[in-house]
Nanobody, 114 residues
Framework: VQLQASGGGLVQPGGSLRLSCATS????????MGWYRQAPGKQRELVAL???????NYVDSVKGRFTISRDNAKNTVYLQMNSLKPEDTAVYYC?????????WGQGTQVTVSS
């Protein structure tokens, strides 16, 4: 299983970005997909999860600003990030659980700075 993340970049505070994670297998066969992030000097943390039934969970710091969604036809999971803050700066990774194995994408850098 391969996960291909994209969409990162440099954005000013208050701006928006949309991350994408394309899967090499049918996304319907992946029970849970998520976005994680790792800032310099910090541990990787969970940002958002979405199940194959569409239920979602978010870390408190992004609630109301980030939205995770999935497009089954495109085998892609998205993370829409609005009202970005400097503390959102990190490498963002997508993750998926497939047949009891965990798979990671390569990471995409998000930098929020003026």
């Amino acid at each position: 299983v391969q996960l291909q993340a994209s969409g990162g970049g440099l954005v000013q505070p208050g701006g928006s970005l949309r991350l994408s994670c394309a899967t090499s297998v049918s996304i319907n066969s992946i029970n849970v997909m998520g976005w994680y992030r790792q800032a310099p000097g910090k541990q990787r943390e969970l940002v958002a999860l979405i199940s194959n039934l569409g239920s979602t969970n978010y870390v408190d710091s992004v609630k109301g600003r980030f939205t995770i969604s999935r497009d089954n036809a495109k085998n892609t999971v998205y993370l829409q990030m609005n009202s970005l803050k400097p503390e959102d700066t990190a490498v963002y990774y997508c993750n998926g659980w497939y047949r009891r194995e965990s798979y990671w994408g390569q990471g995409t850098q998000v930098t929020v700075s003026s």
